[in-house]
């Protein structure tokens, strides 16, 4: 009950658990409040995978719904892997390691100069002080007055000598000093250019050997990152080499081989880590929301139909594409409006639009189009020849708040993050009054608050805004990671899963935080990360993605436009 939380003055009790079949060893350390709201398998199964950083995503996502923090420890230990061939990294501190030796043109302090000054005015302090004269008193004056007295007749006796003839003085010359005094400054003028002349010369000397050494290292590093066929190694070489970069432009600020040998960089840094140019499709949007209370939340692609719902004006909207090009509007390019909030629909009042899929006949469905839910959890089809119709779904009385909602094999899948369980709806023709089934087990601990989207393609993935991945099947979770990716997923909005692209298929992840789409197999190995160079920041508003297999095309919806973008070719190893 009275349970001691990491980080107190008392030392909480630890149990250090390992499962057996690992490579490597994983120690979660974590206070005893875990057990109070997880079992321990499901914190055994969050462990499965050998790395800290995935399980402390796990536990995170197992234990975000507690009403109290939660405080957990990951290390992962395992055996040390052998550094990939190739030179090390030069280290960035080398230019540190230089400028702290002393130059041999300044000449050392002789030694004891310091102690004989020391002893001199010691001494001086020392010596004793001479005694000052008193005045004399009256009968020394006296004394001295009677002396004088007769010195001056013993004078007056002595013959005083001629006075002489004084000789004509004799007119003084002028010392010229000028020309002395004006060769000693010129001298010394000259002494001082010298001397400055020589000390810039050194220190232009200094700055070049420098300027040199690092360019050398960012170079080494450089190369040492195209050899290597280790990402994670190629990217520490980079790094290094962007370090000594940084050093060298200190000296030559301008330099044009800074700028050619950073432009090398970016280039390797690029070709590392997959990154591939959208050249096309940013230039002009393909629809451009003009409305000021737009909020742009879905965008469904089927044919030359493209559907998107805006939550902010409540209404579901269709643009049709020109047939003969099919990358530009049809006619003038205005939307069909379709549906919208506080409209009537077979007696029955629609509420705030909230998700809409594209939901084709398959399996018991009958019919084909998108199907739109409100926040009332009332369910409309769109259909071509009588417009919207009511969808009947089955009654569901834990059915709580709808977050997100997704279509496979004929099933309709609702996510509820109030009571964190995957609402899975099988068809009955046109409806779906089947009795719903929980895709997560009952007793299994699940927390949905925090997932920003979902997808499936017989696995149920995951997406939280950190760019955690967690995959399902059949209700159980699996092991699960994606790459490393440079930088890293900051602000992720959706996820989109198909097989039709070889090996099994691949999974797109949109990230608004960083401008770009990332491509990764089912796997979790980074394949592209698609970024429009020429137009950034242009995706930093991300809200949805679709890829239209058919066309080859990916639209990206922002809060102000659609772009229909040509996926390019992912090179696989495969």
């Known amino acids: 009950e009275n349970y001691v939380p ?9 149990e250090i658990g390992r499962v057996a079949g690992h490579p490597g060893v994983v120690i979660v350390a974590m206070n005893s409040a875990w057990a109070n709201y997880l079992e321990v398998p499901l914190m055994l199964e969050a462990t499965r995978t050998p790395r800290a950083q995935v399980v402390a995503d796990q536990m995170a996502g197992i234990g975000i719904d507690a009403p109290e923090a939660l405080a957990v420890l990951v290390v992962t230990l395992g055996e040390e892997s052998k550094p990939a061939a190739g030179p090390a990294p030069v280290a960035a501190a080398g230019a540190a390691t230089v400028a702290a030796k002393p130059s041999a043109a300044i000449p050392a302090a002789k030694p004891g100069r310091w102690e004989e000054e020391q002893a001199y005015w010691d001494s001086a302090k020392q010596e004793p002080k001479q005694p000052q ?10 004394a001295g007055v009677m002396a004088g007295l007769g010195a001056r007749l013993r004078r007056s006796r002595k013959e005083r000598p001629q006075k002489e003839a004084k000789p004509a003085k004799k007119k003084r010359k002028t010392v010229r000093r000028i020309p002395f005094v004006l060769a000693i400054v010129i001298i010394l003028a000259v002494a001082v250019a010298a001397i400055a002349a020589g000390t810039w010369y050194y220190q232009g000397q200094q700055r070049i050997q420098f300027f040199n050494k690092f360019m050398g290292g960012a170079r080494v590093n450089l190369e040492a990152a195209r050899s290597t066929t280790d990402e994670n190694q190629a990217r520490r070489y980079l790094e290094a080499a962007g370090e000594q970069l940084d050093q060298a432009e200190q000296f030559f600020p301008e330099h044009p081989d800074v700028t050619a040998l950073r432009a090398e960089i970016l280039e390797v840094t690029a070709e590392i880590n997959h990154v591939q140019p959208l050249l096309a499709g940013f230039d002009q949007p393909l629809i451009t929301f003009t409305e000021p209370d737009r909020e742009p939340h879905d965008v469904l692609v089927h044919g030359l139909n493209i559907y998107v719902l805006d939550s902010g004006r409540d209404v579901f909207e269709r643009y049709q594409l020109d047939e003969a090009t099919g990358d530009r509007l049809a006619g003038d390019g205005a939307p069909e409006l379709l549906l919208q909030s506080g409209v009537t629909v077979g007696g029955r009042r629609t509420g705030e639009l909230a998700e809409a899929v594209w939901a084709p006949a398959m399996s018991n469905r009958t019919s084909s189009g998108p199907l739109v839910l409100d926040r009332s959890n009332q369910l409309f089809e769109i259909s071509d020849a009588l417009g919207p119709v009511n969808v009947t779904l089955a009654e569901n009385s834990d ?7 997704n279509f496979y094999a004929g099933n309709l899948y609702l996510m509820d993050t109030t009571a964190s369980q995957l609402w899975r709806y099988r068809p009955s023709g046109e409806s779906y009054t089947v009795e719903p089934e929980p895709y997560f087990a009952e007793d299994a601990s699940i927390n949905l608050n925090n997932v920003i989207d979902l997808t499936i393609d017989g696995s149920v993935w995951l997406l939280h805004p950190n760019g955690t991945v967690l995959k399902y099947f059949a209700g159980i979770q699996e092991s699960f990671a994606l790459d490393d990716v440079n ?6 909005v ?81």
Do not use: C
């Open 494 to 574: 959706a996820i989109w899963a198909n097989d039709v692209e070889a090996p099994g298929g691949r999974l797109y992840i949109a990230d608004a935080g960083s401008d770009r789409i990332l491509v990764f197999d089912k796997q979790g190995k980074l394949l592209q990360q698609l970024t429009p160079v020429d137009h950034p920041g242009v995706l930093r508003d991300l809200q949805d993605i679709y890829v239209d297999e058919v066309s080859n095309y990916l639209y990206a919806l922002t809060e102000s436009s659609l772009f229909q973008v040509s996926l390019p070719p992912i090179e696989t190893n495969d």
């Open 487 to 492: 930088p890293s997923l900051s602000d992720a």
């Open 133 to 142: 004269r008193q005045a004399p008193d009256k009968k020394e004056k006296a």
């Open 6 to 14: 990491l980080g107190d003055e008392e030392l909480p009790s630890i």
């Open 399 to 405: 059915l709580g708040f709808v977050e997100d909602m």
